[in-house]
């Protein structure tokens, strides 16, 4: 039986490592797997969790999406090849109020989330359409469909990411590849220890206002409860992934969670946006108050 070809990127931890390993540890060998990585030394964790060997259903490629270069080697490491699956899951997250910001993080992230994806589909389109066939899944976030306090900017990322890929499966669909973005909520990953934030006591905080400083302490400690009481493993996340693989036609996008969906329905019945706003507000922060909040 042929095998089907997959490549994902970001596979040194979190759902890229576990869908990798999950694809390579197939009991059927249906699969062969292009794991790739910005750092290789972070594959032995991948190796790990196969036994400490590399089977022949796996191949570990360094591939770092922000580096034309490094994306040019790894294609023609698979060309010849006939790449099945594209899964683009690397990416990177930015918290905080949006004063701390600096322009090179928020470079970095852009680079990372949205031009690292486009970069990483360029490099492996072509192939797809010469033959009509294959599949993009590109992991997305709730994030990605409304907003989220103290992340602006990673969610004007996961914005574009959506824009871009609605977009684009609309020209794929004569070429019979799918486009499918997984949505995301909160996993017990690394991400958000590996995320960018201030320090609410540090010294980036010290030049802002005493009100914003006490709603960014009080998001903090939102999340630490989202995550203790709501975060799903990244064994829940993967069937997800798994479903958009081996669907005959995946859907544009799928939810992860539904953590946050009655909040998502409410930006599609009141479409202005206000009581989604305040609806969030209260989710996160408690009741809305006339005099706003204080720290």
Same mark, same amino acid.
């Given at each position: 039986?042929?095998?089907?070809? @997959?490549?994902?990127?970001?596979?040194?931890?979190?759902?890229?490592?576990?869908?990798?390993?999950?694809?390579?540890?197939?009991?059927?060998?249906?699969?062969? #797997?292009?794991?790739?990585?910005?750092?290789?030394?972070? +594959?032995?964790?991948?190796? &790990?969790?196969?036994?400490?060997?590399? =089977?022949? $259903?796996?191949?570990?490629?360094?591939?770092? #999406? $922000?580096?034309?270069?490094?994306?040019?080697?790894?294609?023609?490491?698979?060309? +010849?090849?006939?790449?099945? #699956?594209? @899964?683009?899951?690397?990416?990177?997250?930015l918290m905080g109020p949006l004063e701390t910001c600096s322009d090179q993080a928020m470079k970095t992230l852009f680079d990372v989330n949205l031009f690292g994806? @486009?970069?990483?589909?360029?490099?492996?389109?072509?192939?797809?359409?010469?033959?009509?066939?294959?599949?993009?899944?590109?992991?997305?976030s709730i994030g990605g469909l409304q907003g989220l306090p103290f992340n602006a900017v990673y969610c004007a990322s996961k914005f574009a990411v959506e824009g871009? *890929?609605?977009?684009?499966?609309?020209?794929?669909? /004569?070429?019979?590849?799918?486009?499918?973005?997984?949505?995301?909520? =909160? #996993?017990?990953?690394?991400?958000?220890?590996?995320?960018?934030? /201030?320090?609410?006591? +540090?010294?980036?905080? !010290?030049?802002?206002?005493?009100? $914003?400083?006490?709603?960014?302490? !009080?998001?903090? +400690?939102?999340?630490?409860?989202?995550?203790?009481?709501a975060a799903q493993e990244v064994e829940e996340v993967l069937p997800v992934f798994l479903e958009a693989i081996g669907s005959p036609c995946p859907p544009l996008? *799928?939810?992860?969670?539904?953590?946050?969906? =009655?909040?998502?329905?409410?930006?599609?019945?009141? =479409?202005?946006?206000?009581?989604?706003?305040?609806?969030?507000?209260?989710? @996160?922060?408690?009741?809305? &108050?006339?005099?706003?909040?204080?720290?």
């Open positions: 039986m042929e095998r089907t070809t @997959v490549l994902i990127t970001g596979c040194s931890s979190g759902i890229g490592l576990g869908l990798a390993a999950c694809l390579a540890a197939d009991a059927a060998r249906r699969f062969k #797997v292009y794991a790739t990585m910005r750092d290789l030394a972070k +594959g032995e964790r991948l190796l &790990e969790r196969l036994g400490g060997c590399c =089977p022949d $259903t796996l191949e570990v490629l360094q591939l770092d #999406v $922000t580096d034309p270069c490094s994306l040019a080697a790894a294609a023609q490491r698979v060309q +010849g090849q006939r790449l099945d #699956v594209l @899964v683009c899951n690397a990416g990177v997250g994806a @486009v970069r990483t589909i360029q490099a492996f389109l072509p192939a797809m359409k010469s033959r009509r066939a294959g599949r993009i899944i590109v992991s997305s871009l *890929c609605e977009s684009l499966a609309i020209v794929l669909r /004569p070429f019979n590849i799918h486009l499918t973005l997984v949505e995301c909520g =909160p #996993v017990h990953t690394s991400f958000l220890a590996n995320l960018q934030r /201030p320090d609410p006591e +540090g010294s980036e905080m !010290r030049g802002l206002d005493a009100e $914003t400083q006490g709603l960014y302490r !009080r998001y903090l +400690g939102h999340c630490q409860s989202i995550f203790r009481d996008r *799928c939810a992860s969670t539904q953590l946050l969906a =009655p909040l998502w329905r409410l930006r599609l019945s009141s =479409p202005d946006g206000s009581e989604y706003v305040r609806a969030m507000h209260d989710f @996160v922060f408690g009741s809305s &108050e006339t005099g706003g909040d204080q720290p």
